[in-house]
C-alpha cells in the first residue's frame, strides 16, 4: 500500500484581502495542505477564524521555521522580489500573489533563484480558474467559432472615489489598476493565444485625484492566427457590458457576469460545498454560430470555476514532481507585457515583442 503523503505546510506572509479572502479559505479547504503559520505584524485575526494557526509577527520568524515547506508571499507588489528571494534561498516553495514582480529582469532573478534551490516557483493566476474563462477556452479550442479574428476582454468596477490607505492607489513601483487586474487579463490572453507580436496600449487617470492608471485598452496582435486581442479595464464603469466578445468567421459568443467564487469566498463560503463555482443561469454566454452545416443561436452553459486547480497544480508540482499549471516563465511573459504595454503609452506607438 503506497504511502499516504503528509499534507504540506504553508506560511502566509500577509492576512490582507488576498489572504483573508483568497489563500487561507483555499488552503484550509485542500487536503494536501496544512495551513500552518501566518503573518499578522499588529493583530491576530486570521485566529479567529483557524484557532490552531500560529501567528507571527516577521518575515524573518517564517524563514526561519524549518518545518514550513511552502511560503505564500501575498504582499504588496514592491516587496516580492525581496520576500520571494529570501524565501526561496531559505529552501522555501513559494507561491506570489499575482503580479510575479515589478519587472521582468527581477522575474528571470526568481525564476533562476528557484532553480539553483530546487524550489517549485509560482504566480497565482487564480482567473484561469474563472467559469467563464473556462467556458471561453472551450469555445476557443473547439473551434465554436471558426478561425477566431476578435477577442475582447472587459474587467470593468464602478469605484469613483480614491480608496484610502491603499498601495494599490498610490504612486510607486507595481502600483495601478495595470498591474493589479491587468495581470489575470494578460495571462488569460497568454494562456489562450501565447506570445503576441505586437502590443500596443492607452493607459490613463480617469477619476480625480488618482495617483496611479486606473483605465486601459491594450491590443495585442497575432499575425499568424489573424487576430486581434483587445483587453479593457476601468473604474468608471457603472453599466457594465459583455466580460467578453468573440467573433470568428462562423459566428459569435458573448458572455456578462462575473465568476461568483470571489464573492462566495467573502461570504465565508468554501470550495468543498455543494454547487461551488456554479453560475446562475441568467449570465450564462450567449453562442451564434453554424456549426456542422446548422445555425445555433441560444445560450451555453458556464463551467463551474475552481481556484482549488491552483492548489492541486502547487501540490503534484511539490509531491509527484509534475509539471506547473502557472509556470513562473509564463508570469514572466506577463510582465513583459505589462512592461511593453507602459512604454506603448508613454512612446505613443506600438511595440514589437
Given amino acids: 500500500m503506497n504511502e499516504i503523503a503528509a499534507p504540506i505546510t504553508v506560511g502566509l506572509a500577509s492576512y490582507g484581502m488576498s489572504g483573508l479572502v483568497f489563500h487561507a479559505p483555499l488552503v484550509s479547504s485542500h487536503p494536501g495542505f496544512k495551513l500552518q503559520t501566518v503573518l499578522e505584524r499588529s493583530a ?11 501567528v507571527v509577527k516577521t518575515f524573518e520568524e517564517l524563514l526561519q521555521d524549518n518545518s514550513l515547506e511552502l511560503l505564500v508571499i501575498n504582499t504588496p507588489n514592491a516587496l516580492h522580489l525581496s520576500m520571494a528571494q529570501q524565501a526561496l534561498e531559505a529552501g522555501k516553495h513559494v507561491i506570489l500573489e499575482k503580479p510575479f514582480t515589478v519587472t521582468s529582469q527581477d522575474a528571470q532573478t526568481l525564476i533562476n533563484i528557484a ?44 469605484r469613483n472615489y480614491i480608496e484610502a490607505n491603499t498601495w494599490k492607489e498610490e504612486a510607486g513601483p507595481g502600483s495601478g489598476l495595470l498591474y493589479n487586474l491587468g495581470s489575470h487579463m494578460i495571462d488569460q490572453a497568454l494562456a489562450l493565444f501565447g506570445k503576441p507580436a505586437t502590443v500596443t496600449a492607452e493607459l490613463g487617470i480617469q477619476r480625480p485625484g488618482g495617483q496611479v492608471n486606473d483605465y486601459y485598452h491594450i491590443t495585442l496582435f497575432y499575425p499568424a492566427l489573424n487576430l486581434r486581442v483587445t483587453l479593457k479595464s476601468s473604474y468608471l464603469v457603472r453599466e457594465p457590458g459583455p466580460r467578453y466578445i468573440l467573433h470568428g468567421t462562423e459566428g459569435s459568443f458573448l458572455k456578462y457576469g462575473l465568476d461568483p ?18 453560475e446562475d443561469k441568467s449570465t450564462w454566454g450567449l453562442l451564434n454560430t453554424q456549426l456542422n452545416g446548422l445555425h445555433f443561436q441560444g445560450t451555453i452553459e458556464t463551467s463551474p470555476g475552481n481556484y482549488l486547480q ?37 512612446e505613443k506607438r506600438t511595440i514589437n515583442l
Fill in 115 to 158: 532553480k539553483a534551490n530546487n524550489r517549485v516557483l509560482s504566480v497565482f493566476q487564480n482567473r484561469r480558474w474563472d467559469g467563464d474563462f473556462l467556458t471561453v477556452q472551450q469555445v476557443v479550442r473547439q473551434n465554436l467559432l471558426g478561425q477566431l479574428v476578435d477577442y475582447e476582454a472587459h474587467y470593468d468596477r464602478y
Fill in 261 to 278: 467564487q470571489e464573492d462566495a469566498l467573502k461570504a465565508g463560503k468554501l470550495p468543498s460545498e455543494p454547487s461551488w463555482g456554479l
Fill in 44 to 54: 491576530n485575526k486570521s485566529q479567529e477564524r483557524y484557532p490552531a494557526v500560529k
Fill in 310 to 346: 491552483f492548489y492541486n497544480s502547487m501540490y503534484a508540482a511539490i509531491r509527484e514532481g509534475k509539471e506547473l499549471a502557472v509556470k513562473p516563465e509564463e508570469a514572466m511573459l506577463g510582465i513583459q507585457i505589462i512592461e511593453a504595454a507602459i512604454r506603448s503609452n508613454a
